[in-house]
């Protein structure tokens, strides 16, 4: 695990790395379980051990308490991780006449010197979020972590006590560039014998969960670090590999799914948040926009038991005005909604579409939503969007017949106004007419 750097005079919090979104990228293994707005870290310690953090929201794992500022970050309140692995003490709450006209608080001791108190100044169930945080303090999640790592380091090194090239079973040991490839073939085999080992019944696949959540994170960490593009031509085969990585992550689903219970009144936007950071992978596949119908079944089908109703998807997507993500809700004249990346460009899709109805066979036959589809590598639904988009600029024509609706491009500009039965032999209407 990569090192992460201290903030504060004494090194007391961790710098937390978080989404584009503004979500805290989770650890292997690590869990969200509750999250409060509007939360000051405040030193107790005069002069103070640390500088405060004022106003931000409170996120806590099973592993960390993760503060990240409600407005845009700055030097002085970058978001913020603490390990519950250093609290060595939680003061008990004690209810009194004075705390009734005070903001509710939370006082813990971090490695047994730093007294934390941590104020809520929002709305939110504060006895709910001082209950998980004795209970994840209490399970010590991150003590199973460091044993199955401390197991796999013993592992690997009794491996490696074989010197020169020969290994304990006296087999040649593969080095260089063979023995890398060679490892790398090892572990995906490994890897394909865990799903197929997991899936065998609901039994198997219970007795791997850990293992299937943490396999699904490092799928998730490799596939997001991948450039979206090669340059020149692609490998066949590791592009096959790229779209298997991708169905396997649709299917495994999201780790910690934000939901009521651990959101509370930041539920949609945390939603939103999460949404943002999802829709990455759907939206690749289908060619940088997706219709909210199928976002839906996505994400659902992502979360798994956690279902959020067509009502909260919405509410989640208009939210993205207010935040600075990639994506974006949009709306076309025929009234379909889509989320799209920001980066999508129209003129694009309209340069490829005109490339595709000035062919030679296209200027005869027309093209349908299908035919779009194939070449802007889209639905068809939305490619007809895109058609019917490109009829109101004034690039298309449409023809409505039995066979269906077929786009063909528009020739009217070409035609001269004083001499309608002028036949040119050249431009696209010279084209046209030597394809009939």
């Not at 960390?64 to 609290?87: D, T, Y």
């Not at 943002?276 to 289908?286: K, S, T």
């Not at 992502?302 to 709306?331: H, Y």
């Not at 001499?419 to 010279?430: E, R, S």
């Amino acid at each position: 695990m990569a090192s992460e750097s201290r903030i504060g005079s004494d090194g007391l919090f961790n710098t937390a790395e978080v989404t584009t979104s503004g979500r805290p990228v989770l650890r292997r293994n690590e869990v969200e379980c509750f999250l409060l707005s509007s939360v000051d870290l405040d030193s107790e310690d005069d002069p103070p051990r640390f500088a405060s953090l004022r106003s931000g929201n409170l996120i806590l794992t099973t592993h960390r308490l993760i503060w990240i500022p409600s407005s845009q970050p700055n030097a002085s309140s970058l978001p913020s991780s603490l390990p519950l692995s250093s609290i060595t003490h939680i003061f008990s709450h004690k209810k009194s006449i004075k705390s009734m006209f005070h903001s509710p608080r939370i006082r813990f001791q971090v490695d047994s010197v730093v007294v934390v108190t941590v104020v809520f100044r929002g709305k939110g169930d504060f006895d709910g979020f001082l209950t998980k945080l004795w209970e994840c303090w209490r399970g010590r999640a991150w003590e199973e972590d460091e044993k199955s790592e401390s197991e796999a380091s013993s592992g690997s090194g009794a491996g490696t006590v074989a010197q020169g090239l020969y290994g304990n079973d006296g087999t040649v040991r593969m080095v260089g560039l063979a023995g890398i490839l060679r490892k790398e073939q090892e572990q995906w085999e490994s890897t394909d014998k865990s799903l197929q080992d997991a899936f065998q019944d609901l039994n198997a696949l219970m007795s791997k969960a850990k293992e299937m959540v943490s396999l699904a994170e490092k799928m998730r960490q490799k596939l997001l670090s991948a450039p979206s593009s090669q340059n020149g031509g692609g490998d066949d085969d590791e592009m096959g590999s790229k779209e298997e990585m991708q169905q396997w992550m649709l299917s495994v689903g999201i780790i910690s799914p934000v939901t009521k219970e651990s959101a509370g009144a930041l539920y949609h936007q945390e939603l939103s948040r999460q949404l943002a950071d999802f829709v990455r992978i759907p939206l690749e596949q289908a060619g940088g926009m997706i219709s909210l119908t199928d976002m839906y079944y996505h994400f659902n089908r992502a979360r798994g038991t956690e279902l959020i109703s067509p009502d909260d998807l919405w509410q989640a997507c208009n939210l993205w005005e207010k935040f600075d993500v990639p994506v974006m809700l949009r709306k076309f004249d025929s009234g379909v909604k889509v989320i799209q990346n920001k980066s999508h460009s129209d003129e694009e899709v309209m340069s490829r579409i005109r490339m595709l109805v000035t062919k030679t066979e296209t200027l005869r036959t027309g093209v349908t939503a299908s035919d779009a589809a194939l070449t802007l590598k889209i639905a068809p639904a939305m490619a007809k969007e895109h058609l019917l988009s490109a009829e109101t600029k004034g690039l298309l024509c449409r023809d409505m017949s039995p066979d269906g609706l077929r786009f063909y491009f528009n020739l009217f500009p070409e035609i001269d106004p004083t001499d309608l039965h002028l036949v040119k032999d050249f431009g696209t209407y010279g084209e046209w007419v030597k394809s009939h």
